[in-house]
């Protein structure tokens, strides 16, 4: 496989595929990610159009909930009096 063109992605290079040569190749390029560990992206009309990464690398942000339960000084204070009782919000008022 020659070099193709390369992409920037968050720091790394990351190898440019045509959505025909993905089309043409999709088995042995996904068996590729997979061996190698090195993801591509797919291209459509020279504009990024998907990002082919290894399931195990894939990029996921924690959640707010996933940091919370993991940062147990978080967990204790992050809710902390952001409650506030209003009393009834849901009668009717006397107002005039």
Sequence with gaps: ???????????????????REFKDRCLTLLDEVAATGVGFVVTRDGKPLVRVVPSGKADRRP????????????RDSVLRDS??????IVSPIDVW
């Design 1 to 19: 496989m020659q070099p193709g063109p390369w992409v920037v992605t968050m720091g790394q290079k990351q190898r440019r595929i045509t959505t």
């Design 63 to 74: 959640s707010l909930r996933d940091r919370v339960l993991r940062d147990s000084v978080l």
């Design 83 to 88: 409650v506030v009782h209003e009393g009834d």
